[in-house]
């Protein structure tokens, strides 16, 4: 009797579908957006995006080493103190790791391509940088002229002779072509491939970098064709015999790689704690210049109110910056090189852009849960795509519709669209999942300009970076500080969600259905919803202690309501 009684006075505040929605969690996110809000500007956040993007950033290369040391600068400047120097007082802390690297670092001078008898370069460095291939090496300095062949398929490859000349293909990938100048005595290779969501025949100037293998005893070059060098090459080949004069200057170098680590202690409970990671390399001020600068507002902002005591944070909030993927997996492995266990991650990643200049929108990009699986309805995979998922690979949490609440309160703030996206990887996140910690991604696609040279500080801005640097802080301080109080709203946050979640794919399989679709295959997708959000329920219970009696008797009755109520979505 107690337990049904519990059950409808659950359902009935389930049926107020925005107040269960939004308002108890809004009664423990407030304070902290009232609190954040007036503090980020964004100014640091473009300043920095501003000094990274003139480079063209590989871990261990100067652009990247000075984008450390920067990041550590004005780490230093905001209060953090370096580890070797902190005393047990210092709650505020950073490090820079040193590794040796597998391989030399490189980075682009200078390059210049020209047809023989043109009086203009076809392209230029000056204006394409990233028409060189990363990790191709100098021409001598006089350059390299050869005749031009234009290679359509694989028989062409085969079939014709090569030797001391300049392969040239919009067909065929640079793996493809390159052991034709290991084996065939070609001289170099120029190729052109852009997908069409970078609109190429509208940005006819963009190139997006390519990359090369490192072989130290067989020193190679290549170069990456714009549409507009690539239509003018065809044209001049239609009229007959071309020769170009390629001009290469670029370093390779032993080098070390850096990693920046900075932490805000917990008061009480620091060996838990919340990691945002932001990697430096890549060429581009979107990719990834804005993730490093809003990152670093956000640990300043968070510094400035942690001394003037308006916060206190009782878990350990980490901001780690290096080379994508490898440092953040780095990190989670090497347990021995950190304090606290890690309890979420969250990656930053493109989050600066003008959507009006460069297209797409904001993203979260989930944990994986069923939308991965059958993508439908409003769900909707970026350009950059994804695989189907199995059930197994189901990653039933809250930190999902948690961040998605937090970023949407922010978006009606400020009138900023923000939508998600399944699961696809790719990014920082992908480390933290791969190590059963909830992980999620906050990014912007698709950009036209993506991976491209016209990526470039004019395709920023300055108040996305603020938007999703408050959301972020927002969402982090509230996890952080999380009791019971904020477990409850969570688990109401959550019901609230998964009613949505399932009278959405009720409507959708009853309309499949309707049409001829299997009714058992409907059936398991509304089951593994169910599924999904009662072990979401259960993950809840991650914020409190063990011996919280309340807080988890209040989670059992939402799954079992949960329950309840799926009854109705049978099929």
């Not at 269960?20 to 304070?31: G, M, R």
């Not at 906050?442 to 408050?470: A, C, E, I, P």
């Amino acid at each position: 009797m107690k337990i049904k009684a519990s059950l409808l006075s659950l359902l009935l505040l389930l049926s107020s579908v925005s107040f269960a929605q939004n308002a108890p969690l809004q009664k423990v996110t407030d304070p902290y957006f009232d609190l954040v809000r007036p503090e980020f500007k964004g100014d640091l956040a473009y300043e920095t995006v501003a000094f990274v993007e003139q480079y063209w950033r590989v871990a261990g290369n100067t652009g990247f080493n000075n984008s450390v040391r920067l990041i550590a600068e004005k780490l230093e400047a905001a209060g953090y103190v370096l580890e070797e120097k902190a005393t047990d007082s210092d709650r505020l802390t950073y490090r820079i790791e040193t590794r040796e690297m597998r391989q030399p670092t490189w980075e682009p001078v200078s390059s210049s391509l020209k047809i023989v008898g043109s009086a203009e370069n076809l392209l230029s460095s000056e204006t394409n940088r990233n028409m060189i291939y990363m990790y191709s090496s100098s021409t001598p300095k006089e350059g390299v002229q050869g005749q031009v062949i234009y290679i359509e398929n694989k028989e062409d490859l085969a079939s014709t002779e090569l030797n001391g000349k300049i392969l040239f293909s919009d067909k065929l990938s640079y793996r493809s072509l390159q052991a034709a100048v290991k084996e065939k005595g070609a001289l170099g290779v120029m190729t052109y491939d852009l997908p069409s969501y970078l609109q190429p025949e509208k940005n006819v100037t963009s190139i997006q970098f390519r990359g090369l293998r490192y072989d130290e005893k067989n020193p190679d070059w290549a170069i990456a064709l714009s549409f507009e060098a690539k239509e003018k090459l065809k044209a001049e080949l239609a009229k007959g015999k071309v020769e170009v004069l390629v001009k290469a200057e670029t370093k390779i170098y032993e080098s070390e790689e850096l990693t920046v680590v900075a932490n805000v202690k917990g008061s009480e409970l620091p060996l838990e704690s919340l990691v945002f990671s932001a990697h430096i390399q890549e060429p581009g001020a979107n990719d990834n210049a804005t993730g490093v600068g809003t990152q670093l507002e956000m640990a300043k902002i968070t510094a400035d109110l942690v001394k003037q005591g308006k916060l206190d944070l009782k878990r350990t909030l980490t901001f780690l910056w290096g080379d994508e993927i490898i440092s953040t997996g780095r990190y989670i492995k090497e347990k021995e090189k950190r304090e606290a266990e890690i309890n979420w991650g969250i990656s930053l990643d493109m989050v600066g852009e003008n959507t009006d200049v460069t297209g797409g929108t904001f993203l979260i990009e989930k944990m994986p849960d069923p939308s991965a699986i059958w993508t439908r309805g409003e769900d909707k995979h970026s350009e950059w795509g994804g695989s189907p998922m199995t059930v197994d690979q189901m990653k039933p949490h809250y930190l999902n519709d948690f961040i998605l609440t937090n970023f949407k309160a922010q978006g009606e703030f400020a009138d900023w669209v923000v939508k998600s996206n399944p699961f696809e990887g790719g990014s920082d996140h992908t480390p933290f999942l791969q190590a059963d910690i909830p992980g999620l991604l906050l990014w912007h696609f698709t950009d036209q300009f993506y991976h491209t040279d016209n990526d470039r500080l004019d395709k920023v801005s300055q108040k996305t970076m603020v938007n999703v640097g408050t959301a972020a802080l927002v969402s982090a301080f509230t996890l952080l500080n999380a009791d019971s109080t904020t477990a409850q709203q969570m688990v109401l946050m959550l019901m609230s969600k998964a009613t949505i979640r399932l009278t959405t794919e009720s409507v959708l399989s009853k309309k499949v259905i309707a049409e001829g679709g299997s009714k058992a295959g409907e059936q398991l997708i509304l089951d593994t919803w169910t599924d999904y959000y009662i072990r979401s329920l259960d993950s809840i219970k991650d914020m409190v202690a063990v011996d919280d009696a309340e807080t988890l008797r209040q989670i059992e009755f939402a799954k079992v309501g949960l329950k309840e109520q799926v009854k109705g979505f049978q099929l």
